[in-house]
């Protein structure tokens, strides 16, 4: 059985804040942990305006706590992000996230993060990063 407790792992190398500004996340389960996914808390700063493109990973998000909205960029679609919301990135889908306010995302990623990932030029994540 794994227990972990967020505010420790805030507490830890587990807490990655990028390079730009835009957000943080604690990784709370991640490849070495051998569940197949990993599962992140994310913060988006408020007035964060990025893209992204996964395109070695799969993720889905809830939003925990704020409101923003995420644009799927091949059909220009905007979606309202608040409390209770999921979106998927199913497809692998070039999208911006905008965060009105600061929000609060529960992430799973698959395949699994090793934990110091950061976005690439390119938006995504490498498949093989450094672990925490």
Not at 41 to 54: L, V
Not at 57 to 69: A, D, F, I, P
Request: glycine content about 6%; aromatic content about 10%.
């Amino acid at each position: 059985m794994i227990v972990r407790q967020l505010q420790d792992a805030k507490e830890s190398a587990r807490r990655i804040v990028s390079p730009d500004g835009n957000w943080e996340s604690t990784r709370m389960l991640l490849k070495d942990d051998g569940m197949g996914f990993s599962f992140h808390i994310t913060t988006i700063y408020k007035d964060a305006d990025f893209q992204m493109h996964y395109q070695n990973h799969l993720e889905s998000v809830y939003c925990v706590s704020g409101c923003g909205e995420v644009e799927t960029l091949a059909d220009g679609k905007r979606y309202p992000i608040s409390p209770g919301t999921l979106y998927v990135l199913n497809k692998n889908d070039k999208h911006v996230l905008r965060a009105f306010e600061e929000m609060e995302m529960a992430c799973v990623f698959n395949p699994p993060l090793n934990g110091k990932e950061v976005h690439n030029a390119e938006g995504a994540y490498e498949l093989e990063a450094e672990t925490v």
